[in-house]
């Protein structure tokens, strides 16, 4: 259905500067004809023709942007090809080495227990790089199920800075929560991958020690304002909006240490724009890293703040 309403419009582009094109030569080509009998249908014509002109000159600029959009969409897709065969094949060829190995071995207890230890990772692997392509496909045919309820976005920001930080292997003060109690109305999926996405990518592609830091509290238009912090290498300006899009990861795939699909990002901004919230980049203030600011509506509810490390 995709790939359907993404080549629909060039073509009825084509057609149509090629219609142009053809009736724009035959009138011209008659031009000296109606010029000899009727000087006002000369004049028609010469208007007519020039408007269709500019209009043909719009089309090969649109056609042209739609192929430098194509070129570039087929770059991301080769990307996410490359990027989910490796994170499919490299779990699987490591569990598979294991298996071999407790099979036509001996091994003994603490090794087993290392053993299970890493086949457990490697299937986690899998399953979260299957789940995000399974949130994807989930949001390009509509809203994600859930009932809307009122949630407490600080309590749902703890629950994933602790699944994030077993899914590393890394200490819960790794990311640290200041919070004010905040109310919204959403569906708790949508919330959960927004916030899990986020904060797996703080922990991903942060420093070699690393500190994510998180705050809640009210924004100036009534909502929330969630800020997430990592002390990473940071994000190029010029790059800030082209991470938000489907299969986008900076760099090239092969060259990559750091696993992913490059659909986290698309998805938080796709379900972001359902619950009418935004989401923007900015530079982290003091050192190195960067900053995911979200803005949501919401209904603030209570003033002590609750910290978390």
């Known amino acids: ?54 209009v043909l000159l719009f089309g090969v600029v649109a056609y042209l942007v739609l192929s430098i959009k194509a070129i570039n969409l087929t770059r991301r897709q080769s990307n996410f090809i490359d990027s989910v065969t490796h994170e499919l094949k490299s779990p699987i060829t490591s569990m ?5 190995t407790l099979r036509s071995r001996k091994v003994g207890q603490p090794k087993q227990a290392d053993f299970y230890r890493f086949m457990l990772e490697d299937l986690e692997r899998l399953d979260h790089v299957i789940n995000q392509m399974l949130d994807a496909g989930r949001l390009e045919s509509g809203p994600v199920d859930g009932e809307v309820e009122e949630l407490d976005l600080a309590a749902l920001l703890r629950h994933c800075a602790e699944e994030v930080c077993l899914s590393y292997r890394v200490p819960a003060e790794t990311v640290r929560i200041v919070a004010e109690p905040c ?50 290498h940071g994000i190029p300006h010029a790059l800030r909006r082209k991470i938000f899009g489907r299969f986008v990861r900076l760099g090239y795939e092969l060259e990559r240490e750091r696993p992913g699909t490059g659909l986290g990002l698309y998805i938080v901004r796709t379900l972001l724009q359902r619950l009418r919230g935004r989401i923007r980049v900015r530079d982290r203030a003091g050192g190195p890293g960067t900053v995911f600011e979200v803005h949501l509506p919401a209904t603030i509810g209570g003033q002590k703040k609750s910290q978390v490390q």
């Open 1 to 54: 259905m995709l790939m359907r309403r993404s080549l629909r419009l060039p073509i009825i582009l084509a057609i149509v500067m090629i219609v142009l094109l053809v009736v724009l030569t035959v009138g011209w080509s008659l031009m000296p004809v109606f010029g000899q009998s009727s000087p006002g249908w000369f004049w028609a014509i010469f208007v007519l023709g020039a408007t269709f002109l500019v």
């Open 96 to 100: 598979k080495l294991y298996l071999q």
């Open 183 to 232: 109310l919204v109305r959403a569906r708790r999926t949508d919330l959960r991958m927004v916030f899990r996405n986020l904060l797996d990518n703080a922990v991903k592609y942060a420093g070699q020690q690393p500190e994510v830091e998180v705050t809640l509290g009210p924004a100036a238009d009534g909502g929330t304002v969630t800020r997430i912090a990592d002390n990473g």
